[in-house]
Protein backbone atom coordinates (compact mmCIF):
# COMPACT_ATOMS: atom_id res chain seq x y z
CA UNK A 1 0.00 0.00 0.00
CA UNK A 2 0.83 3.63 -0.43
CA UNK A 3 3.73 4.88 2.36
CA UNK A 4 3.05 8.62 3.73
CA UNK A 5 6.16 10.10 5.89
CA UNK A 6 6.17 13.65 7.51
CA UNK A 7 8.99 15.69 8.65
CA UNK A 8 10.35 16.83 11.21
CA UNK A 9 8.47 14.21 13.60
CA UNK A 10 8.72 16.95 16.39
CA UNK A 11 9.12 21.04 16.43
CA UNK A 12 9.35 23.48 18.53
CA UNK A 13 8.91 26.89 17.83
CA UNK A 14 8.72 30.38 19.63
CA UNK A 15 5.84 32.21 19.05
CA UNK A 16 5.88 34.30 16.15
CA UNK A 17 8.52 32.22 14.34
CA UNK A 18 7.85 30.26 10.57
CA UNK A 19 7.97 26.83 10.25
CA UNK A 20 7.42 24.20 7.06
CA UNK A 21 6.05 20.52 7.73
CA UNK A 22 6.90 18.21 5.00
CA UNK A 23 5.01 15.17 3.91
CA UNK A 24 6.31 12.61 1.00
CA UNK A 25 3.80 9.62 -0.32
CA UNK A 26 5.01 6.59 -2.63
CA UNK A 27 2.62 6.68 -5.14
CA UNK A 28 0.40 8.79 -7.23
CA UNK A 29 -2.18 10.28 -5.31
CA UNK A 30 -5.90 12.40 -6.68
CA UNK A 31 -6.67 13.43 -2.76
CA UNK A 32 -4.79 14.96 0.04
CA UNK A 33 -5.53 16.58 2.85
CA UNK A 34 -3.78 18.44 5.81
CA UNK A 35 -5.21 18.14 9.12
CA UNK A 36 -4.64 19.43 12.28
CA UNK A 37 -5.31 17.40 15.68
CA UNK A 38 -6.13 19.20 19.08
CA UNK A 39 -5.33 17.85 22.18
CA UNK A 40 -8.86 16.58 22.49
CA UNK A 41 -8.35 14.73 19.45
CA UNK A 42 -10.72 16.89 16.94
CA UNK A 43 -8.95 16.62 13.77
CA UNK A 44 -9.38 19.90 12.07
CA UNK A 45 -9.35 20.29 8.06
CA UNK A 46 -6.79 22.67 6.95
CA UNK A 47 -6.39 22.19 3.61
CA UNK A 48 -8.13 19.44 0.86
CA UNK A 49 -5.28 20.02 -2.23
CA UNK A 50 -3.98 16.98 -4.35
CA UNK A 51 -2.80 19.70 -6.31
CA UNK A 52 -1.12 22.89 -6.76
CA UNK A 53 -1.02 26.19 -4.00
CA UNK A 54 -3.33 27.30 -1.72
CA UNK A 55 -3.55 30.08 1.36
CA UNK A 56 -5.92 30.29 4.37
CA UNK A 57 -4.90 33.16 6.41
CA UNK A 58 -1.51 32.60 8.53
CA UNK A 59 -1.17 29.34 6.92
CA UNK A 60 -0.30 27.74 2.97
CA UNK A 61 -0.05 24.46 1.68
CA UNK A 62 1.33 23.44 -1.81
CA UNK A 63 1.50 20.00 -3.36
CA UNK A 64 3.94 19.11 -6.27
CA UNK A 65 1.87 15.77 -7.63
CA UNK A 66 4.36 14.83 -9.89
CA UNK A 67 7.32 14.70 -7.45
CA UNK A 68 4.94 13.29 -4.48
CA UNK A 69 5.43 15.96 -1.88
CA UNK A 70 3.46 18.34 -0.24
CA UNK A 71 4.51 21.37 2.16
CA UNK A 72 2.28 22.89 4.72
CA UNK A 73 3.68 26.64 5.93
CA UNK A 74 3.00 27.94 9.10
CA UNK A 75 4.09 32.02 9.52
CA UNK A 76 4.16 34.28 12.51
CA UNK A 77 3.29 30.81 14.80
CA UNK A 78 0.72 31.09 18.11
CA UNK A 79 0.57 29.12 21.02
CA UNK A 80 -2.65 27.86 19.86
CA UNK A 81 -1.10 26.03 16.67
CA UNK A 82 0.53 23.30 18.86
CA UNK A 83 -1.10 20.05 18.61
CA UNK A 84 -0.38 17.48 16.00
CA UNK A 85 -0.14 18.02 12.21
CA UNK A 86 -1.03 15.04 9.95
CA UNK A 87 -1.36 15.06 6.01
CA UNK A 88 -3.58 12.15 4.59
CA UNK A 89 -3.42 10.69 1.16
CA UNK A 90 -5.57 8.22 -1.04
CA UNK A 91 -9.56 8.09 -1.62
CA UNK A 92 -9.25 5.59 1.95
CA UNK A 93 -7.12 8.73 3.51
CA UNK A 94 -3.84 6.64 4.66
CA UNK A 95 -2.37 8.70 7.30
CA UNK A 96 1.44 10.15 7.83
CA UNK A 97 3.10 9.69 10.99
CA UNK A 98 2.55 13.21 11.87
CA UNK A 99 4.25 16.16 12.90
CA UNK A 100 4.05 17.43 16.55
CA UNK A 101 4.50 21.05 17.10
CA UNK A 102 4.81 22.87 20.16
CA UNK A 103 4.77 26.61 20.24
CA UNK A 104 6.10 28.39 23.36
CA UNK A 105 5.17 31.79 24.46
CA UNK B 1 -22.65 22.94 7.56
CA UNK B 2 -19.61 20.96 7.88
CA UNK B 3 -20.46 19.11 11.62
CA UNK B 4 -20.01 15.49 11.88
CA UNK B 5 -21.05 14.45 15.37
CA UNK B 6 -20.61 11.69 17.61
CA UNK B 7 -21.64 9.95 20.72
CA UNK B 8 -20.77 9.30 23.27
CA UNK B 9 -17.81 11.03 23.76
CA UNK B 10 -16.28 8.87 26.41
CA UNK B 11 -17.18 4.95 27.25
CA UNK B 12 -16.02 2.74 29.28
CA UNK B 13 -17.04 -1.35 29.01
CA UNK B 14 -16.78 -4.28 30.26
CA UNK B 15 -15.34 -7.07 27.91
CA UNK B 16 -18.52 -8.35 27.88
CA UNK B 17 -20.29 -5.93 27.52
CA UNK B 18 -22.45 -4.99 24.12
CA UNK B 19 -22.47 -1.04 23.32
CA UNK B 20 -22.91 1.02 20.15
CA UNK B 21 -21.21 3.95 18.52
CA UNK B 22 -23.05 6.93 16.77
CA UNK B 23 -22.18 8.89 13.85
CA UNK B 24 -24.88 11.48 11.98
CA UNK B 25 -23.77 13.79 9.17
CA UNK B 26 -26.29 16.48 7.62
CA UNK B 27 -24.02 17.74 4.76
CA UNK B 28 -25.58 15.29 2.10
CA UNK B 29 -22.30 13.03 1.91
CA UNK B 30 -22.65 9.61 0.60
CA UNK B 31 -19.71 7.89 1.61
CA UNK B 32 -19.17 7.37 5.51
CA UNK B 33 -15.73 6.53 7.35
CA UNK B 34 -14.88 4.33 10.75
CA UNK B 35 -10.90 4.93 11.70
CA UNK B 36 -9.29 3.78 14.99
CA UNK B 37 -6.67 5.91 16.77
CA UNK B 38 -4.30 4.27 19.58
CA UNK B 39 -2.49 7.13 21.71
CA UNK B 40 0.52 8.97 20.05
CA UNK B 41 -0.37 7.30 16.66
CA UNK B 42 -1.98 8.45 13.36
CA UNK B 43 -6.02 7.29 12.66
CA UNK B 44 -6.40 4.05 10.89
CA UNK B 45 -9.18 3.19 8.37
CA UNK B 46 -11.56 0.24 9.72
CA UNK B 47 -14.65 0.79 7.28
CA UNK B 48 -16.07 2.19 4.68
CA UNK B 49 -20.09 3.05 3.28
CA UNK B 50 -20.79 3.83 0.37
CA UNK B 51 -24.66 4.64 -0.43
CA UNK B 52 -25.60 2.91 2.85
CA UNK B 53 -23.66 -0.11 1.18
CA UNK B 54 -20.23 -1.51 2.85
CA UNK B 55 -17.37 -0.57 0.34
CA UNK B 56 -14.49 -1.45 2.79
CA UNK B 57 -13.86 -3.43 5.71
CA UNK B 58 -9.69 -2.96 6.28
CA UNK B 59 -9.88 -6.60 7.92
CA UNK B 60 -11.45 -5.48 11.04
CA UNK B 61 -12.11 -8.45 13.52
CA UNK B 62 -15.81 -9.33 14.00
CA UNK B 63 -16.40 -7.73 17.50
CA UNK B 64 -16.77 -4.71 15.66
CA UNK B 65 -19.63 -4.33 13.71
CA UNK B 66 -21.16 -1.59 11.45
CA UNK B 67 -24.03 -0.41 10.60
CA UNK B 68 -25.42 2.41 8.10
CA UNK B 69 -28.95 2.98 8.47
CA UNK B 70 -29.60 5.59 6.54
CA UNK B 71 -27.39 7.69 4.40
CA UNK B 72 -27.25 9.99 7.63
CA UNK B 73 -25.94 7.69 10.19
CA UNK B 74 -23.73 5.37 11.08
CA UNK B 75 -23.35 2.68 13.73
CA UNK B 76 -20.77 0.52 15.26
CA UNK B 77 -21.58 -2.26 17.31
CA UNK B 78 -18.98 -3.44 19.92
CA UNK B 79 -19.25 -7.00 21.78
CA UNK B 80 -16.16 -8.81 23.49
CA UNK B 81 -13.95 -6.11 22.85
CA UNK B 82 -10.30 -6.98 24.53
CA UNK B 83 -8.40 -4.22 26.54
CA UNK B 84 -6.05 -3.68 23.69
CA UNK B 85 -8.85 -1.79 21.82
CA UNK B 86 -9.33 0.92 23.79
CA UNK B 87 -8.66 3.68 21.35
CA UNK B 88 -10.05 7.03 19.73
CA UNK B 89 -13.22 5.99 17.58
CA UNK B 90 -13.59 8.87 14.54
CA UNK B 91 -16.18 8.65 12.16
CA UNK B 92 -15.87 10.80 8.72
CA UNK B 93 -17.80 11.55 5.70
CA UNK B 94 -17.01 12.82 2.48
CA UNK B 95 -19.87 13.89 -0.73
CA UNK B 96 -18.18 10.55 -2.61
CA UNK B 97 -15.99 8.09 -1.91
CA UNK B 98 -14.37 7.06 -5.63
CA UNK B 99 -15.10 10.47 -7.55
CA UNK B 100 -15.27 14.11 -7.72
CA UNK B 101 -14.92 15.54 -4.14
CA UNK B 102 -13.43 13.03 -1.62
CA UNK B 103 -12.56 15.88 1.02
CA UNK B 104 -13.06 14.42 4.49
CA UNK B 105 -14.97 15.66 7.62
CA UNK B 106 -14.37 14.46 10.81
CA UNK B 107 -16.48 14.16 14.07
CA UNK B 108 -14.76 14.70 17.44
CA UNK B 109 -14.34 10.87 18.53
CA UNK B 110 -15.18 8.46 20.69
CA UNK B 111 -12.99 7.79 23.47
CA UNK B 112 -13.44 4.70 24.29
CA UNK B 113 -11.66 2.27 27.12
CA UNK B 114 -12.16 -1.63 27.71
CA UNK B 115 -11.85 -2.83 31.10
Known amino acids: GIQVEQSPPDLILQEGANSTLRCNFSDSVNNLQWFHQNPWGQLINLFYIPSGTKQNGRLSATTVATERYSLLYISSSQTTDSGVYFC???????FGTGTRLLVSP | DTEVTQTPKHLVMGMTNKKSLKCEQHMGHRAMYWYKQKAKKPPELMFV???????INESVPSRFSPECPNSSLLNLHLHALQPEDSALYLC??????????????FGPGTRLTVL
Open chain 1, 88 to 94: AVGQKLV
Open chain 2, 92 to 105: ASSPSLWTGDNEQF
Open chain 2, 49 to 55: YSYEKLS
